[in-house]
T-cell receptor, first 114, second 111 residues
Framework: DQQVKQNSPSLSVQEGRISILNCDYT??????FLWYKKYPAEGPTFLIS?????DKNEDGRFTVFLNKSAKHLSLHIVPSQPGDSAVYFC?????????????FGTGTLLAVQP | SQTIHQWPATLVQPVGSPLSLECTVE??????LYWYRQAAGRGLQLLFY??????ISSEVPQNLSASRPQDRQFILSSKKLLLSDSGFYLC??????????FGQGTRLTVV
C-alpha cells in the first residue's frame, strides 16, 4: 500500500524554465511534508518542507505547495538549472512527532537540459 | 555539528553469505535512527527504526535484522543473503520529529 505516490517517474525541462514535481498522498493524518534531492550513489539531502497548517513555503528557487483537500503537494523549481538534475523524493510524516516515520514516494528523475 | 557515517560504500556478497552494515552518528545523543532501502524503481522503503538502545521496530517482514548496541550505532544484518536483498541501503537519523539526515549509502550487490 503506497501511501505517498509520485506518479511521474521522470521529467525533462529546459534550463531556465520551471520544473514542477508532483506528489499525492492517501493518509489524511500526515501533518508534515518534505522534499529530498538525491544524486546517484549518494544519500538524499533535505530540500524544503511544509507543515499541514500552511499551503505554501518558499526557499530561494524552491517552492512547495500543499493542497490538503486534494491530498496533493508539488515542488516548483524556478529557474531550473542543470545542477538540479537528480531524483526528487517527497516524504510525509504521520501525526505525533518524534518517533513517527517518514514515508517516502518512489521518486521522480528530473533532467534539466542546458 | 552532527555527522552520520555509513560503511562500506559498496559491497558484493555471494548468496547465502552474512551481512553487516554499520552506521554511526556523531555530535548528538539519543537520535532516532533508521534503515532505508532503495531498490530499483521502488523509492525509499523504510526497513527498521530505533528510538533508543536495544529498541528496534521492523517495518516489513524480510531477511534482514537490525540492532542498536550503543546510543549512536545502528547495525543492519543478515545471516544468509538472498539475491533480492540487493539494493542501495541508507542509514538516517532525525534529531526530533523533523527532517531526516542520511548517510552516503551502501550499494549491496548479491551475486
Amino acid at each position: 500500500d503506497q501511501q505517498v505516490k509520485q506518479n511521474s517517474p521522470s521529467l525533462s525541462v529546459q534550463e531556465g524554465r520551471i520544473s514542477i514535481l508532483n506528489c499525492d498522498y492517501t493518509n489524511s493524518m500526515f501533518d508534515y511534508f518534505l522534499w529530498y534531492k538525491k544524486y546517484p550513489a549518494e544519500g538524499p539531502t533535505f530540500l524544503i518542507s511544509i507543515s499541514s497548517i500552511k499551503d505554501k513555503n518558499e526557499d530561494g528557487r524552491f517552492t512547495v505547495f500543499l493542497n490538503k483537500s486534494a491530498k496533493h503537494l508539488s515542488l516548483h523549481i524556478v529557474p531550473s538549472q542543470p545542477g538540479d538534475s537528480a531524483v526528487y523524493f517527497c516524504a510525509a510524516r504521520g501525526y505525533g512527532g518524534a518517533t513517527n516515520k517518514l514515508i517516502f514516494g518512489t521518486g521522480t528523475l528530473l533532467a534539466v537540459q542546458p | 555539528s552532527q555527522t552520520i557515517h555509513q560503511w562500506p560504500a559498496t559491497l558484493v556478497q555471494p548468496v547465502g553469505s552474512p551481512l553487516s552494515l554499520e552506521c554511526t552518528v556523531e555530535g548528538t545523543s539519543n537520535p532516532n535512527l533508521y534503515w532505508y532501502r532503495q531498490a530499483a524503481g521502488r523509492g525509499l522503503q523504510l526497513l527498521f527504526y530505533s528510538v533508543g538502545i536495544g529498541q528496534i521496530s521492523s517495518e516489513v517482514p524480510q531477511n534482514l535484522s537490525a540492532s542498536r548496541p550503543q546510543d549512536r550505532q545502528f547495525i543492519l544484518s543478515s545471516k544468509k543473503l538472498l539475491l533480492s536483498d540487493s539494493g542501495f541501503y541508507l542509514c538516517a537519523w532525525r534529531p526530533g520529529g523533523g527532517e531526516a539526515f542520511f548517510g552516503q549509502g551502501t550499494r549491496l550487490t548479491v551475486v
